[in-house]
């Protein structure tokens, strides 16, 4: 006799804090989760990126080779790699195990506010504030980027990569997706400068911030908007945004100290969830787990549902 | 001299290291392999073999001149205080041990030296000796003369020895022969001993004349063998003994007392040196094992020897003629067999002055201009061949050098040749014709240019100034009634990109070939402006002097570019984002989608392509991101927004396909018009029309809106009114608003609607928004009035404006 299929469980929002790391390396630029979920990377304001275990709270590496504060970072598919930009306008790759660099990538004539690899991590894109997204081949040893993207009247504040599309979100308020399937650059007016866009995990959607407090969800293939999200602040700071781990809320950091999360489809607050009381600077999502990373000045916590209970008695 | 008396076993010389006599049972050693023999220094130290230098070894430390502690310079020693250990360094403090040996240029044993060493007499007798060998019937047969050559005893000098029958003369050994000579008796001739014997064999190789094959004396040792040897051509060759060093035949060594059998195992050394000489075609491979000697080098620094290397010893020149001498002087160099120096000096060639150049002498050369013959300045050609100092041809008359193969036959009456081909012409292929007719015509065109800007020269020199701008006028006009007989042969289009322009540019040319003076007037098009008449009557005439004067003779020369350069234009993007103002209005109503979305062609690179594992798009196109196109730098619609009808499908677009969610933002959103307040105040016409409006109607904005929302109502329903029912409203003055359009794009339906104008009209659900709500409307009113904004009633708003 057949089952019936259980009932899915309601989302659980993150919102105990299991740990936090104080990172030590100054103002946490950015903070990543790895592909799998398991690391994160931090980006310090002291020129150092930093590998840790967020839910041991253990440090495991620090890789340092910046020559100004680090603004972004991103790991490989394989989680054998490593990607970095920051403010010497250089795109570091570097090897995870060994901590060395193996490549610098210079041509960006601003610093680096995002950086990503695309699935393959045979390229790294990353975007400036000189207003140019370039992608450089991690194959070949050649030193300029392998296309240019300056379509961009501002500067980039965000490039996300899926597949065959890059989206990228400039401060002169589009959100430009560029095709290389359909050989196509799709520019979406949002008016304000944007400062995160993301993906949504079924890649139907975009989700942009931008400076007028307010998270747009709009649809990829027609540019129309499916969703808005207000409540939070965002005048000033870039702040990252996200979606959960599985479509259903919007999560966006504050300047109030606050991560806000909303219910995707109705647009509702669902939750305010005070972090401290500076500016939550940069957060990340948990591929696959309710699970949140915040970054506020010099550390990162680590969130987790209610009803979580750590394994291993490891805390 | 003690092998003089000796006999038996003294008479055998034994050579080399004597093998030691075998035991009784021994068996003789093996011989040590070719491989396993082992080169090794006076020390026992094994020596590698190396190259050809240093005599095969290795030498130095390492093939260095340096030790294995390096160079040790000797160390500064003060010359004020031991004056006295103030050594002074010789040649042989640079020298190498080698040097010093036995065999190196500088032997510390007593060894002889050339100048007591035997040798031969002189060049002349051994010249003498090789043609007698040569022509002897037993080849070789000089050997025995050679025997016989008495060993000159160098190191014992006493001149009364005899050896071998053969004995010196008595006296001092020089000058002996010349002694000999004064015996002769007065009446007895004899053929002179020392002439130069011709030399009477036949060449029989294919060698150049006096050709010797590589000497390795000169090749070896420089100079040395080549000093001026003033007496060698002369008659008195006896005087070798004095100059002749150079040239010194083997290494005999002439030592007192040599045996009969040492002096021939020295001759026969001598031959077998030869036997191995440098090649099989030297003829002369001696001197190769000429030792150096220290003698050879200068010891003391001093000028260069005067040339005649007697170091102003002129002793024996007295025994000369000092005519000869001077003959000899004359010709430093050597004097090929079978010639001989000329008595007579060439009569040196007379050399002539430069001409005295003129006092006004320009070292320019003026070109005189080419005027063809015709029968219009027939007057002018004359005066210019005159001013030239040429006589005037007449046309019927040529010059012999001005006709042809053809005409000259037929002058002569000849019948033309029946040939296939007549001319080289009719070789050339076609394009080759056609390039060369060019050229023909370019320098025609040339010479015509030339012949009217003379004319015109003079023409204007010869009259009263005209009036400033007449002369602009005629001055082109001038060129280009030269310059455009050209242009109907070369096909150029400066203006092909415009077909109409360059309509009206050909029929300029005609026009201005047919010598009318309004041509550019005609041609031009009556429609356009006045600035743009102008500005194409400058391009004309600019284009058809450049075009016309260079183009024939310069395409010939050139290809076209595979890109056009052209300074004028600039790169753009092919497509714009366009206008802002819209998207803002859309964004301001959440109409995202076709209103806020720009598409463009983006070519993503081939190598990002195979990154992404994507295929490439576009896989025939070499492009790179956006497509770009050019456009005139200068254009003042560069600039502009063209209106553009690209936008109105887009409008069509969005008013077949109603958002779909709009009723949910709207219900979520009430403060739609938030921000319209911040922005009214964006420029100043925007004000100025508010102002115009203000006097229309009551003042609304400084009042609240609550207040004069009725009259607002009032002045604006109508023209909405008018747009719902449909009639065009082009005409109408001040209500009509353009920017409605775009809201009925926005708002409406295919089908039907009552969403926007229908709202408009009735102003029932937004009551209290109504004043913001017209500033808005104006707002955008105005930015399309700044922008030509894309709506099709964008005409209107100029006359509206008018009035």
């Not at chain 1, 919102?15 to 790895?34: E, M, S």
């Not at chain 2, 040897?229 to 150079?246: H, K, Q, R, V």
Request: with cysteine; glycine share 8%.
């Amino acid at each position: 006799m057949a089952f019936p299929e259980p009932k899915p469980r309601a989302p659980e929002l993150p919102q105990k804090r299991l740990k936090t790391l104080d990172c030590g390396q100054g103002a946490v630029r950015a903070v990543r989760f790895n592909v799998d979920g398991n690391y994160c990377l931090t980006c310090g304001s002291d020129k150092t990126l930093k590998l840790w275990n967020p839910l041991r709270g253990t440090l495991l590496r620090t890789y340092s080779g910046h020559g100004y504060e680090v603004l972004d970072a991103a790991g490989s598919f394989d989680n054998s790699s490593l990607c970095s930009g920051g403010g010497d306008k250089a795109v570091v790759l570097w090897d995870v195990a060994s901590g060395q660099v193996v490549r610098k990538f210079r041509g960006h004539a601003g610093k680096v506010n995002t950086v990503q690899f695309n699935e393959e991590a045979t390229v790294i894109l990353s975007g400036s504030i000189d207003s140019s997204i370039r992608c450089w081949d991690c194959r070949s040893r050649r030193p300029e980027p392998v296309q240019t993207l300056d379509e961009a009247r501002d500067g980039i504040s965000s490039v996300k990569v899926s597949d065959h599309e890059v989206l990228a979100g400039s401060v002169d308020g589009r959100v430009r997706r560029y095709d290389l399937r359909m050989g196509q650059l799709f520019s979406d007016y949002v008016g304000s400068p944007i400062t995160c866009t993301c993906f949504s995990r079924d890649g139907q959607c975009t989700l942009v911030s931008s400076l007028d407090s307010t998270l747009r969800l709009l649809d990829k293939d027609t540019g129309e908007l499916l969703g808005e999200y207000t409540g939070h602040k965002n005048r000033e700071y870039k702040l990252d945004c996200c979606l959960s781990e599985r479509d259903t809320h919007v999560v966006s950091c504050s300047e109030d100290g606050k991560v806000f999360f909303w219910d995707l489809v109705e647009g509702a607050l669902a939750l305010a969830l005070p972090v401290g009381p500076g500016v939550v600077q940069s957060l990340a999502y948990h591929p696959t787990e309710p699970c949140l990373l915040t970054a506020m000045g010099g550390s990162v916590q680590c969130w987790r549902e209610e009803a979580y209970e750590a394994e291993g008695g490891t805390g | 001299m003690a092998a003089l008396d000796s006999d038996g076993d003294e008479d055998l010389v034994s050579y080399g290291t004597g093998l030691e006599p075998l035991e009784e049972g021994e068996r003789p050693k093996k011989p040590i392999p070719l491989q396993d023999q082992t080169v090794r220094d006076e020390k026992g130290r094994y020596k590698r073999f190396h190259g050809a230098f240093s005599g095969g070894f290795s030498a130095g430390y390492f093939n260095t001149v340096g030790s294995k502690e390096g160079w040790t310079p000797s160390s500064f020693v003060s010359s004020r205080q031991n004056r006295a250990d103030r050594s002074v360094l010789g040649p042989e403090d640079f020298m190498d041990e080698e040097d010093l040996s036995e065999f190196g240029i500088a032997p510390k044993a007593i060894v002889t030296t050339d100048d007591f060493a035997s040798k031969t007499k002189d060049r002349i007798r051994e010249k003498a000796r090789q043609l007698a060998a040569a022509t002897a019937p037993i080849p070789g047969a000089t050997l025995l003369d050679d025997l016989i050559t008495p060993a000159k005893d160098s190191l014992v000098t006493d001149p009364g020895v005899k050896i071998y029958g053969c004995a010196l003369p008595p006296g001092g050994s020089e000058g002996s022969e010349e002694e000999d000579d004064d015996y002769l008796p007065e009446n007895v001739t004899f053929a002179p001993k020392d002439v130069t014997p011709v030399d009477f064999t036949p060449k029989d190789n294919v060698h150049g004349l006096a050709y010797k094959g590589l000497d390795p004396h000169q090749a070896l040792f420089g100079t040395s063998g080549e000093h001026f040897n003033l007496f060698s051509g002369g008659p008195e060759g006896a005087n070798n003994l004095l100059g002749d060093i150079g040239v010194n035949k083997g290494r005999k060594l002439g030592i007192s007392g040599q045996t009969y059998a040492k002096t021939c195992y020295a001759e026969c050394e001598i031959l077998s040196w030869k036997a191995f000489g440098v090649g099989a075609l030297e003829e002369e491979d001696d001197d190769i094992y000429a030792t150096e000697t220290l003698s050879k080098y200068d010891t003391v620094l001093k000028d260069e020897e005067p040339g005649d290397g007697l170091y102003g010893w002129t002793a024996p020149r007295q025994y000369k003629s000092q005519k000869e001498t001077e003959k000899d002087l004359r010709y430093v160099g050597r004097i090929l067999d079978g010639f001989s120096l000329a008595s007579k000096p060439l009569s040196s060639k007379k050399i002539y002055p430069p001409p005295e150049l003129p006092r006004d002498y320009r070292p320019v050369h003026y070109f005189r201009p080419v005027v063809a013959a015709t029968s219009e300045n027939s007057h002018l050609l004359q005066v210019l061949s005159e001013s030239a100092g040429k006589p005037v041809h007449d046309h019927g008359t040529h010059s012999r050098h001005q006709l042809n193969a053809s005409k000259r036959g037929e002058l002569l009456g000849e019948t033309p040749t029946q040939g296939a081909t007549t001319s080289v012409l009719e070789f050339l292929s076609q394009k080759d014709k056609e390039r060369l007719k060019e050229m023909k015509q370019a320098t025609e065109l040339k010479a015509a240019q030339l012949k009217a800007r003379s004319l015109a020269q003079s023409a204007s020199s010869s009259r009263p100034q005209p009036s400033p701008p007449d002369v602009g006028h005629r001055s082109w006009h001038m060129v280009l009634s030269a310059g455009t007989a050209a242009t109907r042969a070369s096909d150029f289009k400066p203006f092909a990109k415009d077909p109409e322009k360059q309509k009206r540019y050909e029929a300029f040319l005609v026009n201005m070939k047919q010598g009318q003076r309004d041509a550019l007037e005609r041609c031009l098009d009556p429609s356009m402006t006045e600035w743009e008449r102008g500005r194409e009557r400058d391009e004309f005439a600019r284009a058809a002097v450049l075009y016309a004067s260079s183009h024939s003779t310069l395409s010939s020369r050139f290809t076209h570019a595979k890109e056009e350069d052209d300074s004028e234009q600039v790169e753009v993007p092919r497509d714009q984002e366009n206008d802002v103002n819209d998207k803002q209005s859309a964004v301001k109503m959440k109409m995202f989608g076709k209103l806020t979305r720009d598409t463009f062609e983006w070519h993503p690179d081939k190598l990002l392509c195979k990154r992404f594992n994507v295929p490439d798009p576009y896989p025939d196109s070499t492009l790179v991101g956006l497509p770009r196109v050019k456009r005139d730098k200068y254009s003042v619609f560069n600039f502009l927004t063209i209106p553009e009808t690209a936008s109105s499908p887009a409008a069509q677009a969005s008013s077949e396909k109603v958002p779909q969610r709009q009723g949910s933002d709207k219900s979520r959103k009430p403060s739609r018009w938030d921000t319209s307040k911040q922005e009214k105040k964006e420029d100043s016409i925007s004000e100025f029309l508010s102002l115009a409006r203000s006097k229309v109607g009551p003042p609304k904005q400084e009042s609240g809106p609550s207040v004069n929302e009725e009259e607002e109502h009032v002045t604006e329903s109508l023209p909405d009114k008018v747009v719902n029912k449909g009639v065009d409203s082009q005409t109408e003055g001040e209500g009509s608003r353009p920017s409605m359009d775009l809201f009925k794009a926005i708002f409406a339906s295919s089908s039907d609607e009552k969403s926007s104008s229908s709202e408009d009209e009735q102003g029932d659900s937004e009551d209290d928004q109504e004043g913001t709500r017209e500033a808005d409307f104006q707002n955008s009113r105005e930015t399309d009035l700044v922008e030509t904004s894309p709506v099709a009633q964008g005409m209107s708003y100029i006359s509206d404006f008018g009035i």
